[in-house]
């Protein structure tokens, strides 16, 4: 109800109150994603984004990180869209790390103005990798023979059922040779002359926000809510960023495909579980 009369008295007469809005940017950061594992990317996370620089009266934009990493093509559209609104609205960005911004993580961080972390976070891991396994002999031993039929002869680059070829693995190097350069250019344009001197900087290596702000890659140590307060006041307020609500006030679901039968409730299932200890061993990664 306070709220209600707020907004009916004119804008003029109001108390002078400032406020930040504040968009998550949690989890995993994929393509895609399911019922099981919603996932970070930029379809996801676009209409937040937009939503939150709108906000005329507000100075600045206030991004909550918590992300082990993952595509680097999500991540870096994600930071193209957050630079590009930032821009076209003249708004500051605040990047504030939660558990951990690593990897593509710090990747999307890095489109802030500053970069503010927990003593405790953990940010860095400039590199790129890439995971799988490898099956040459699982159906042999239980008598299924694979028939693959191609045109070009490395269209079945990187088959996890062959065996492992030096060439496929000198070329997925050069791959993430080229990625990993366009990170590091990424991280040396924001950061500038903020980075500290130190030989393991781009090596892949992580650290604790405290030694994250000695080597150039946090501006800050402290909490959102302290440091909005002695920016902005306090009077400042936060204003978490959601999606749509739908009928009734029902919170809008994802994307995704409705499953009524048996099997597709059994497979979905199975399809969550893999994706579920993928999404573990990222953040196994770091600790957490």
């Known amino acids: 109800m306070a709220g209600l009369l707020k907004r009916l008295v004119p804008k003029r007469f109001r108390k002078q109150e400032i406020v930040i809005p504040v968009v998550r940017l949690h989890g995993a950061i994929m393509s895609g994603g399911s019922r099981f594992r919603p996932a970070l990317n ?3 996370v676009a209409p937040l984004l937009e939503k939150a620089f709108k906000m005329k009266d507000s100075p600045a934009v206030a991004l909550s990180i918590n992300s082990p990493g993952g595509s ?3 991540s870096r559209m994600i930071y193209q869209r957050i630079r590009t609104l930032a821009e076209e609205n003249s708004k500051t960005v ?3 790390v939660e558990d951990v911004a690593a990897s593509g993580g710090y990747m999307i961080a890095v489109a802030g103005d500053e970069i503010i972390a927990d003593p405790t976070s953990i940010v860095g891991s400039i590199g790129v990798v890439s995971g799988g396994f490898g099956f040459p002999d699982l159906l042999k031993k239980i008598g299924i023979e694979r028939r693959v039929y191609t045109a070009g002869e490395n269209k079945v680059m990187l088959d996890p059922f062959q065996p492992e070829k030096q060439s496929d693995i ?3 190097k050069t791959l993430q040779l080229d990625i990993h350069d366009v990170f590091i250019t990424m991280v040396k344009e924001r950061r500038g002359i ?3 001197d130190d030989p393991d900087l781009f090596s ?3 650290w604790t926000g405290r030694k994250g702000f000695e080597l150039g890659l946090v501006d800050k140590l402290a909490s959102m809510r302290e440091e909005i307060m002695a920016r902005y006041g306090r009077t400042a307020r936060l204003e978490l960023v959601s999606g749509g609500r739908g009928l009734f006030g029902r919170r809008q679901p994802g994307v995704g495909t409705f499953l009524s039968q048996p ?3 059994a497979g979905a299932a199975a399809s969550g579980l893999a994706e579920t200890l993928e999404d573990r061993a990222l953040w196994a990664r770091y600790g957490l």
């Open 194 to 196: 903020r980075l500290g």
């Open 42 to 44: 930029l379809a996801s």
């Open 72 to 74: 680097p093509v999500q």
């Open 94 to 96: 605040l990047v504030f």
């Open 204 to 206: 892949g290596k992580f």
């Open 170 to 172: 000198e070329y997925l």
């Open 263 to 265: 099997a597709d409730i």
